[in-house]
């Protein structure tokens, strides 16, 4: 198993520019998550969703956007690129019975200029 | 892969000792915690979790220990090795979209 999936690994935006982060993971994990972690923060929800065509806000998701329309696949949509937005992007996923504990992809690390 | 948190407090502990990383949590309603571990330029890993009923649970080299009445988890790593040195960040969490990390801690290992 592959586990969870994100590209790209790296990128670098100018102000403005839109992208789109991709993650899929192969578990058939019901629930999925996106991640910011900034130097020497934790890491902090953007969006999360349970289940295909559920999406809901976490605590930061203020110039993202998601979409759930598999159960494999969770892109983040960043529409209008901020320095702000700098960050590396963790992607995750479990199953909501049992555990909490996520499964993460390796990251993809952003920056905006 | 740069590392993330280059501002984190670090423990530096000598091969083959053992490491104590401590977390205070937030929430005294928080029922169950993990420790993740994360090495430079990788996603967080598993490394243990404990539910708030418990007091002590123990893995393989490792053991996490919950004290409810300060609000205090420690993470022991026994017989620390090179392979050990990342950062350990503990998660407290309220509900499945209600996990709260910590900032983390560098483990470094002296040989």
């Known amino acids: 198993n592959a586990g969870v999936t994100q590209t790209p690994k790296f990128r670098i935006l100018k102000i403005g520019q839109s992208m789109t982060l991709q993650c899929t993971q192969d578990m058939n994990h019901n629930y999925m998550y996106w991640y910011r972690q900034d130097p020497g923060m934790g890491l902090k929800l953007i969006y999360y969703?349970?289940?295909?065509?559920?999406?809901d806000k976490g605590e930061v998701p203020n110039g993202y956007n998601v979409s759930r329309s598999t159960t494999e696949d969770f892109p983040l949509r960043l529409e209008l690129a901020a320095p702000s937005q700098t960050s590396v992007y963790f992607c995750?996923?479990?199953?909501?019975?049992?555990?909490?504990?996520?499964?993460f992809g390796s990251g993809t690390r952003l920056t905006v200029v | 892969g740069e590392s993330v948190g280059l501002h984190l407090p670090t423990l530096s502990v000598q091969e083959g000792d053992n490491s104590i990383i401590n977390c205070a949590y937030s929430n005294s309603a928080s029922d169950y915690f993990i420790w993740y571990k994360q090495e430079s330029g990788k996603g967080p890993q598993f490394i243990i979790d404990?539910?708030?009923?418990?007091d002590k649970r123990q893995g393989q080299r490792v053991t996490v220990l919950l004290n409810k009445t300060v609000k205090h988890l420690s993470l022991q790593i026994a017989a620390t090795q090179p392979g050990d040195s990342a950062v350990y960040f503990c998660a407290e969490t309220l509900s499945a979209s209600k996990i709260i990390f910590g900032s983390g801690t560098r483990l470094s290992i002296r040989p």
């Open positions: 995750a996923s479990r199953n909501p019975g049992g555990n909490y504990g996520y499964t």
């Open positions: 404990i539910r708030s009923n418990m």
């Open positions: 969703s349970v289940g295909a065509g559920i999406t």
